[in-house]
């Protein structure tokens, strides 16, 4: 069951470490990773260095004040033109409150941002079978068939 109640969207900032936090926990349970989003928790000075670098983007989706949703992105400087792009890495509406359009208020947001910052593109990745991702991307966006490879360190 979905609630009707008003969301807000908000960017971020090096002062917001609370709802970071928040959206932590939502990525852990949406994405059944709860180990990988909370055993290690960084600390707060890392989690400031981050937000106020030139690099990544936190927005966050409120309701009632409590983080129901929200991604994270990363800006890449591209060195074969002046210019960057952006990459959603991830991206999660807590299961309560999906189908209420958060998720596509949450990636308009970020194109208002990419304006201001001039960005060229915005990308994404699906995993094969994640149909509610597939279906969310391909509304918003070209769809183009790549290979993703995880190379060990």
């Not at 609370?18 to 707060?44: I, M, N, W």
């Not at 990419?114 to 391909?138: E, K, S, W």
Request: aromatic share 10%.
């Amino acid at each position: 069951m979905t609630s009707s109640e008003p969301f807000s969207i908000c960017q971020l900032s090096a002062n917001d470490l609370a709802p970071l936090r928040e959206l932590l926990t939502v990525f852990g349970e949406a994405f059944d990773e709860v180990d990988t989003y909370s055993s290690y928790p960084p600390r707060d000075g890392y989690l400031q260095q981050l937000l106020n670098s030139n690099y990544l983007i936190a927005i966050a989706a409120l309701k009632n004040g409590a983080v129901v949703g929200g991604l994270t992105a990363y800006e890449l400087q591209k060195f074969e033109q002046e210019r960057s792009e952006i990459y959603i890495y991830d991206l999660a509406v807590a299961a309560a409150h999906r189908r209420e359009g958060i998720a596509t208020a949450l990636i308009q947001e970020l194109k208002k941002i990419a304006v201001a910052r001039a960005a060229y593109v915005i990308f994404v990745q699906a995993d094969i079978g994640d149909d509610p991702a597939i279906a969310l991307y391909t509304k918003l966006g070209v769809r183009e068939e790549v290979l993703h490879f995880d190379i060990a360190i």
